[in-house]
């Protein structure tokens, strides 16, 4: 059976309970997660056949994180081992105008020494037809980008399909690489662009604005400069407030613009991981659907995602079909 891979770091969540902050906390709970990860288990929850590679720490901690991926049958056989701790992040989780707040704590975890050599990519993309990558990976250190990158030319070589989500973030990139021309080089191995606006303008140095028509524009002149990009998917996210959100998507693939009706988030529960979902729902439902219903899957699966706790979205197919099926009044299924 064929697999999707994903290649990234997992990380532990802390976090005090409810939205306190941690001053006031005595007690937390924890999660695992991690940016691919997170796609990754998504997707095993719709039942799909996912490899997860990553290296982790060679203690009880690490035994937990892959107690965890094995409850989804996620495929472990790639993950290696370090001495070095596992990286972990602690978020307070704010409530109406107060945003939620993050501090990492990953610099030295077991993911920062990954090298190329540590990973067996010819065995690891044996039976993979998909590979997802983020920006988050190659930001982190010079080990993590090239072994990222020597995976992306074999899955390139092999002619899987490649999803990017280009995620730029400044708190990353300190080990002297410039962010730009590192994700240029990815991006031409990779297939399919999950990104909007900010992401293109950052890629092609370019002042596009957020318009239907501008998205279009960019778009086209992404795929002219990436000529290995076929479709480009774009989430957009309205904030009300911290717990009050709208979510829709958009595409151009090259033939026709798209875009979904918004889905009002009305009571956020968690947004982290959100946008892990969409990509989730985007590549289960591009190996399933049309376009604009796997775009609509998408959709529905990252507002189910802000109605459960922790990183990883629960949400079956089922759920997310009830939720394009019109059924979000929330009553008792009996």
Not at 102 to 116: E, K, L, T
Not at 139 to 159: M, N, R, Y
Not at 305 to 313: A, C, L, R, S
Request: proline letters at 2%.
């Amino acid at each position: 059976m064929s697999q999707i891979i994903t290649f990234g770091e997992v990380l532990m969540r802390l976090s005090p309970f409810g939205n306190k902050k941690f001053i006031q906390a005595n007690t937390l709970e924890f999660y695992f997660g991690g940016t691919e990860l997170n796609v990754g288990l998504s997707i095993a929850n719709f039942g799909g056949n996912v490899k997860h590679i990553t290296c982790i720490s060679d203690d009880f901690i690490g035994d937990t994180a892959i107690s965890y991926l094995n409850k989804f049958d996620l495929d472990t056989t790639a993950i290696v081992r370090s001495g070095r701790p596992l990286g972990v992040y602690f978020l307070e989780v704010g409530a109406v105008m107060r945003p939620s707040s993050i501090s990492y704590n990953r610099s030295h975890s077991a993911f920062s020494c990954i090298q190329p050599e540590m990973v067996d990519w010819e065995a690891a993309l044996e039976n993979g037809s998909w590979f997802h990558w983020t920006g988050i990976t190659p930001g982190l250190t010079q080990g993590s980008f090239d072994t990222l990158k020597e995976g992306l030319k074999l899955a390139k070589a092999k002619g899987m399909q490649v999803s990017a989500d280009p995620t730029y973030r400044s708190g990353l990139w300190k080990y002297g690489v410039n962010a730009k021309d590192a994700l240029i080089e990815l991006i031409h191995c990779s297939t399919i662009f999950i990104g909007g606006i900010n992401e293109m303008n950052e890629l092609l140095g370019t002042e596009y604005g957020y318009s239907n028509e501008e998205f279009i524009e960019a778009s086209k002149l992404l795929m002219e400069t990436f000529p290995s990009i076929e479709k480009v998917f774009d989430k957009i996210r309205t904030s009300i407030n911290a717990s009050w959100h709208k979510i829709r998507a958009r595409m151009w693939n090259g033939e026709e613009f798209r875009e979904t009706q918004d889905f009002d988030i009305t009571h956020i529960v968690d947004r982290i991981g959100t946008g892990d979902a969409f990509a989730a729902g985007l590549i289960y439902g591009l190996q399933h659907f049309d376009d604009y219903k796997s775009m609509d899957y998408a959709s529905a699966a990252c507002a189910l995602k802000h109605t459960y706790e922790g990183d990883v979205n629960y949400a079956t197919i089922a759920e997310v079909t009830g939720i394009l099926e019109g059924n979000v009044s929330g009553r008792f299924n009996r």
